[in-house]
């Protein structure tokens, strides 16, 4: 079964600071990938995902993810982060053609005003 | 209102007994999921299933059962059989795999 790897679990930096979260996964074929991002109270949401074509995507926020197939990654960043992105974000995988989708760790968040 | 419904949000039982967690959607979606979430373990994958009558154990499956006799059901049986039962529990569903997963409120479980 396919593996996310998310590293640096608790992240702490000051508004305005750039933000970037590692996602690795395990699986060797072709898959579609996600990040998912948890306010505090509030449902898990999707951020952005991959399914093919240009491996740079952006999603809600001024969020952006880059997909480098060579290295199994598929990174999170954000230039300049607000108080209002505290939260806990989520790498999820799904293989190409099959519905199970696996979930890293998370990293949990905090944006210091 | 479209969307996913898990209930009860907190339930209590005692050790020993087995407990069923709702999870019911109307979005039309074939694929649903069971999670659950702890501390610093992130969304580990308890079940799937892909279509009615089908489900696939994720990775956390012993001590749990599930059925898909609905489209739009998918319980969560709790077993005596699971060690560490008391966590928090999320129900998901998507189109397909290949989509945006859709996650319930979940249901915080504590056994005592």
């Known amino acids: 079964a396919q593996s996310v790897s998310q590293h640096n679990h608790h992240v702490i930096l000051s508004e305005a600071a750039s933000l970037e979260l590692g996602c690795n996964y395990s699986?060797?074929?072709?898959?579609?990938l996600f990040w998912y991002v948890q306010y505090p109270g509030q449902h898990l949401q999707l951020l952005l995902k991959y399914f093919s074509g240009d491996p740079l995507v952006k999603g809600i926020k001024g969020f952006e993810a880059e997909f480098i197939k060579s290295k199994f990654s598929f990174n999170l960043r954000k230039p300049s982060v607000q108080w209002s992105d505290t939260a806990e974000y989520f790498c999820?995988?799904?293989?190409?053609?099959?519905?199970?989708?696996?979930f890293g760790k998370g990293n949990q968040v905090v944006v210091i005003p | 209102d479209g969307g996913i419904t898990q209930s009860p949000k907190y339930l209590f039982r005692k050790e020993g007994q087995n407990v069923t967690l709702s999870c019911e959607q109307n979005l039309n979606h074939d694929a649903m999921y069971w999670y659950r979430q702890d501390p610093g373990q992130g969304l580990r994958l308890i079940y799937y299933s892909q279509i009615v009558n089908d489900f696939q154990k994720g990775d956390i499956a012993e001590g749990y059962s599930v059925s898909r006799e609905k489209k739009e059901s998918f319980p969560l049986t709790v077993t005596s059989a699971q060690k560490n039962p008391t966590a928090f529990y999320l129900c998901?569903?998507?189109?397909?795999?290949?989509?945006?997963?859709?996650f319930g409120q979940g249901t915080r479980l504590t056994v005592v």
């Open positions: 998901a569903s998507s189109i397909e795999g290949a989509r945006e997963a859709f």
């Open positions: 699986y060797g074929g072709t898959v579609n």
């Open positions: 999820a995988v799904t293989p190409y053609g099959n519905n199970r989708l696996a």
